[in-house]
C-alpha cells in the first residue's frame, strides 16, 4: 500500500527500508522478492536489515509494526514486558539515526504506551511526533455504523476513539455524521438507538478468536490511513483518531499517548478542542485515562529493572 501510493500520494517516489530480527532475514528476502515482482513504479529501493541503526538512517515516516502480537485469551497488557524493550531500543536508533522531523506511527502492542516509551528513549525529536494508531478501531466503529444505517462506509465520519488502542477505549459515535442521499445528519439521528450507539465496540479480540491471529490486513489498511492523513490533510470540518502526547484536554491525564480526535495540516495535528463531553463520556475517559497512567508505571519498572 505504502509502496504504490495510498500513503504519499500518486507522484511520490520511494525507499523501503524494512526492519526484522536476525533470524527472519530468509523471509525478509522472501517480501523483497515479492516487492520487486510487484513492478511498482513508486518504489526506487528496498533496504532490507537486521539493525536498527541501518532501517531508521535518514527515515521521513517509521511505521513501527515489529512486535508480538495478542493470542486469544490475552489483553493488550500481558504484551507489555515483551513488547516494551523493542520501542526503547528503537526510540534510540530513530534518535540517533532518522530524519528530525520524522513522523513514526506505532503499532505495535501496546501501542500507546510503546509510542510513549520510543519518544522519551528520542530526546532529540519532538514528541508531537510520536502517535499511536487507534485508526483501526476508528474504522471499526464507523464500519458498523454505516452497516446499521444501510449507507457505505465513506459516507460516515468523525467518530471519535477516545484513550487507549485497549478494551477500555471509548469509541464515541455522539458527534459523528452520516451522509444519506447527499445530506449530512448526527449519526444518533440516522440510528435512533442510544442503547446501540454505546454498545459500538472495540472488536480486535474478535478477530483473533475467529483467525487465530491478530488483524492484519485492516491493520495494514488503518496505518496507512493514519499516515496519509498525518502527511496530507485532513478534509476540512471532519476529524480523524490518533493516539497523541497528551496535554491534558478534556480531563485526559498529561504525558501519557491518549487517543483524542484531531485535524491534521501541513504535517501537523491538533486536538479539536470545544467538544460537549457528558458525564457517561467524562466516566470513560477517566477509565481508560487511568489504564494509561498504570501502563506507563509498569512499562517503566519493566524497562529500569
Ligand atoms: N494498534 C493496532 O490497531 C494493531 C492492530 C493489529 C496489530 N497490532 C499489533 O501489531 C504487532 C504486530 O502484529 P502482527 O500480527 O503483524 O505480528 P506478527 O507476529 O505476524 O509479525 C511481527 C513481526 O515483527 C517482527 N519483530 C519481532 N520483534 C522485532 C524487533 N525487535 N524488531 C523488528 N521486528 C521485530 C517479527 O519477527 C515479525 O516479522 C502486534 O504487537 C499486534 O498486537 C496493533
Ligand atoms: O486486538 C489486538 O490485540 C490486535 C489489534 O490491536 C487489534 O485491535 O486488532
Known amino acids: 500500500m505504502v509502496a504504490k501510493g495510498d500513503v504519499f500520494g500518486p507522484n511520490q517516489p520511494l525507499i523501503l527500508h524494512l526492519l526484522d530480527i536476525p533470524p527472519m532475514m ?9 516487492l520487486a515482482d510487484c513492478a511498482l513504479p513508486l518504489l526506487h529501493g528496498v533496504v532490507p536489515t537486521d539493525d536498527p541503526a541501518v532501517a ?22 500481558d504484551l507489555l514486558s515483551a ?28 501501542a500507546n504506551t510503546n509510542a510513549l516509551v520510543c519518544s522519551k528513549y528520542a530526546p ?3 514528541k508531537e511526533n510520536f502517535t499511536a ?11 458498523q455504523i ?38 449530512e445528519v448526527k449519526a444518533t439521528e440516522a440510528v435512533k438507538d442510544d442503547n446501540w450507539m454505546r454498545s459500538v ?24 490511513d493514519h499516515m496519509r492523513d498525518w502527511f496530507l490533510g485532513t478534509v476540512p470540518d471532519k476529524f480523524v483518531s490518533m493516539g497523541v502526547i497528551s496535554d491534558g484536554s478534556y480531563g485526559a491525564p498529561k504525558d501519557v499517548v491518549f487517543s483524542f480526535p484531531v485535524a491534521t495540516k501541513a504535517g501537523k495535528w491538533q486536538i479539536v478542542q ?24 509498569e512499562a517503566m519498572s519493566v524497562i529500569e529493572a
Open 133 to 143: 494508531m487507534t485508526r483501526l478501531d476508528q474504522n471499526r466503529a464507523q464500519a
Open 26 to 34: 530468509g523471509v525478509l528476502e522472501g517480501v523483497v522478492m515479492e
Open 201 to 224: 465496540s472495540f472488536s480486535g479480540a474478535a478477530v483473533i478468536a475467529a483467525r487465530k491471529m491478530s488483524s492484519a490486513m485492516s491493520a495494514a489498511k488503518a496505518a496507512c
Open 274 to 297: 470545544g467538544l460537549p463531553v457528558d458525564d457517561f463520556a467524562k466516566k470513560m475517559l477517566a477509565a481508560t485515562g487511568k489504564e494509561l497512567e498504570e501502563e506507563k508505571s
Open 83 to 110: 513488547n516494551v524493550k523493542i520501542f526503547k531500543v528503537q526510540g534510540e536508533a530513530l534518535d540517533k539515526h532518522a530524519k528530525k522531523d520524522v513522523k513514526v506511527l506505532v503499532v505495535g502492542n501496546p
Open 124 to 126: 532529540s525529536i519532538p
Open 56 to 77: 531508521f538512517k535518514d527515515v521521513s515516516a517509521a511505521f513501527l509494526v515489529g512486535a508480538m502480537p495478542r493470542k486469544q485469551g490475552m489483553e493488550r497488557k
Open 146 to 183: 454505516a452497516q446499521k444505517v444501510g449507507v457505505p462506509v465513506g459516507n460516515v465520519t468523525n467518530v471519535i476513539i477516545w484513550g487507549n488502542h485497549s478494551s477500555t477505549q471509548f469509541p464515541d459515535a455522539s458527534h459523528a455524521l452520516v451522509n444519506i442521499s447527499g445530506k
